[in-house]
Nanobody, 122 residues
Framework: QVHLVESGGGLVQAGGSLRLSCAAS????????MGWFRQAPGKEREFVGT????????YFGDSVRGRFAISRDFAKNTVYLQMNSLKPEDTAVYYC???????????????WGQGTQVTVSS
């Protein structure tokens, strides 16, 4: 079992930055691929990005590529989502997830955090 807790959400103006954190506890953190997803009201959960179990590779969705970055700190059992050049359309609840494969599909991830709200004002 892996327990995930996101933090760092909030209100930011368009063009600003935020860094989300996802703290993991429980089973070995280093063995999991970590993903970030987001869900806006009335919309399906959208893939944001994922990072490999080693931290050596990452992949992002089209809507955030070039603006967002993911990193992981094994000593702190934490994954970060750095969000730059934020746009109002980035407003959503952001979730981190852990899984045993590299995937853009929510169904591939076994463990989920409770989510953190990000609101970008225009």
């Amino acid at each position: 079992q892996v327990h995930l807790v996101e933090s760092g959400g909030g209100l930011v103006q368009a063009g600003g930055s935020l860094r989300l954190s996802c703290a993991a506890s429980g089973r070995t953190f280093s063995g999991y691929y970590m993903g970030w997803f987001r869900q806006a009201p009335g919309k399906e959960r959208e893939f944001v990005g994922t990072i490999s179990w080693s931290g050596g590779g990452s992949y992002f969705g089209d809507s955030v590529r070039g603006r967002f970055a993911i990193s992981r700190d094994f000593a702190k059992n934490t994954v970060y989502l750095q969000m730059n050049s934020l746009k109002p359309e980035d407003t959503a609840v952001y979730y981190c997830a852990a899984g045993d494969r590299y995937s853009t599909r929510p169904q591939a991830y076994d463990y989920w955090g409770q989510g953190t709200q990000v609101t970008v004002s225009s």
